[in-house]
């Protein structure tokens, strides 16, 4: 089998040659060989199923790709994957908070049951951006929006949310819903002479794309329309750095748990909850401007955002998850079918010889929660999960077995169908000498990005992308797209 490389040297001989290896007999064999798992060769494969085996799938009658630009455009993506540098940088500016735009990320937690006792300990800053099967959603500075951007084709939609005198929490995007997490800047009530509670609201957006349908489909439109709104909380919380909400949510679902500091001189346990919601059916109906509560529908409760299931500290005593004041939880998930809630722990087991502190190991645990008829499953897990580093590190999709003496992971996110992985590592040296490197697994290999690419994505500890781009934050704020299809230019130029 001729080497892509060579393929597309052979095109640039002359005419003949040109033709003779642009011929889609010779592109499609080498396409599903050298990279089988690309977006373009499953689209293909798709493709040839349903058009059936009798058709000729690079038959010029059954098929208008072209051949030519899919195949130099996947050849060029894994070259420069495999080169471990993109072929074009893009940065978006991220919106600052002024005096009537606020940001105020959940407070990571400051010890935490994975933490080596020996070891350096990271937590990096929150990320205020998401993404999502090709789109990324982020505060942008020049429209000064929460903004929905189609990476692969630049399309863009903006978000009908006002950002003024409100406090942005977090904002996450799935399954082409965007919920934006956020509190109101006056405080509600005093919930003692020290801390006012704010009320939290949590505000949905439909993602409405159609995109085309030929090869490497691209969005023609992208529109953002107002789903529904609910309270995250019945009372409200403090803007403080010792209450805490984690969440997750599907297109039809969200599950939320809160911790809360024990404030009182005579009970002695901290406050949690597991609450599920259905968040399926839209309402017009905004909780957030009817404080009394005197304009909700009546059948806001059935037809409106609601929750379905509601588990209190006693529940989650049973369930045997509560983190009371020794957390060990990584992250929690919501299945589609919102059948299931996947709780993640992690803990650092110290050695049996007390003074061999730096050979301890990690031991993670996965508590499934069903949400319908069936038992708790509690299983330790093989795999060792990276320390906690903060609460970017709870979006993590997956993650190797990285955790070792020298370089410890921080997260890992993976395109699963084209098997790529990019994982951000952090060395484990004491001094002030470690560094934040990212890898990337491709084809069974493992490949260093350039560290000066490195250094843009990396300083949040939080990557996003597939096989065509990775995403990161860099010292500036600024959102860095590195892209690895040499025939989109949407950055600065080839590197």
Not at 188 to 216: G, K
Not at 298 to 311: A, E, L, Q, S
């Amino acid at each position: 089998m001729v080497e892509p490389r060579d393929i597309l040297r052979c095109q640039r001989v002359c005419r003949d040659w040109s033709q003779a290896f642009s011929n889609p007999e010779i592109l499609y064999p080498a396409l599903k060989y050298f990279f089988p798992r690309a977006r373009e060769a499953r689209e293909l494969r798709d493709e040839g199923r349903a058009r059936g085996a009798k058709e000729n799938l690079c038959s010029e009658s059954s098929i208008s790709y072209d051949w030519r630009r899919v195949f130099t455009l996947v050849s060029s993506r894994y070259h420069f994957l495999g080169l471990g540098k993109p072929y074009t940088i893009q940065k978006l500016s991220q919106l600052s908070f002024d005096e009537r735009t606020y940001y105020c990320p959940v407070s990571p937690w400051q010890e935490h049951e994975s933490f080596a006792p020996a070891g350096p300990r990271y937590l990096f800053d929150h990320a205020f951006w998401s993404y999502k099967d090709g789109l990324l959603a982020f505060l942008e500075e020049e429209q000064r929006s929460i903004t929905v951007l189609d990476v692969a084709t630049g399309t863009r939609a903006i978000a009908p949310f006002d950002l003024l005198d409100r406090v942005i929490r977090n904002i996450r995007l799935n399954e082409k819903l965007l919920i934006v997490e956020w509190a109101e800047i006056e405080s509600f009530h005093q919930l003692n002479a020290n801390e006012p509670v704010h009320r939290h609201f949590a505000t949905s957006f439909e993602v409405l794309q159609e995109e085309n349908v030929q090869l490497a489909a691209t969005c023609q439109t992208l529109e953002l329309a107002f789903r529904n709104e609910w309270k995250m909380h019945f009372l409200g919380l403090p803007l403080s750095d010792r209450d805490r909400f984690f969440s997750d949510h599907t297109n039809t679902h969200y599950a939320i748990y809160i911790w809360q500091p024990n404030r009182s001189m005579y009970t002695g346990s901290e406050i949690e909850s597991l609450a599920v919601w259905d968040v399926s059916h839209p309402s017009k109906y905004h909780p957030s401007t009817d404080a009394s509560g005197r304009l909700e529908p009546g059948d806001h409760k059935i037809n409106g955002p609601h929750v379905v299931h509601r588990f209190n500290f006693h529940d989650l005593d049973h369930f045997g998850i509560l983190q009371k004041d020794s957390p060990l939880l990584m992250s929690f998930h919501i299945d589609d079918a919102a059948d299931n809630i996947y709780w993640y722990e992690n803990e650092y087991m110290r050695p049996t010889n007390a003074f061999n502190l730096g050979h301890g190991e990690w031991r993670s645990r996965t508590v499934t929660i069903p949400l319908a008829i069936g038992a708790v499953n509690s299983r330790y897990n093989d795999i060792r999960l990276p320390p906690y580093a903060g609460n970017c590190s709870l979006d993590a999709s997956r993650h190797r077995d990285i955790p070792k003496e020298s370089v410890l992971g921080v997260m890992e996110t993976a395109d699963e169908e084209a098997d790529v992985t990019y994982s951000v590592l952090r060395t484990n040296i004491s001094g002030p000498f470690n560094t934040t490197l990212v890898k990337i697994h491709l084809l069974g290999n493992t490949v260093d990005l350039e560290e000066k690419f490195s250094n843009q994505v990396s300083y949040k500890g939080k990557l996003a992308g597939d096989e065509r781009f990775l995403i990161g934050e860099n010292d500036r704020q600024e959102i860095v797209i590195l892209h690895f299809n040499a025939m989109e230019n949407k950055g600065n130029g080839p590197t």
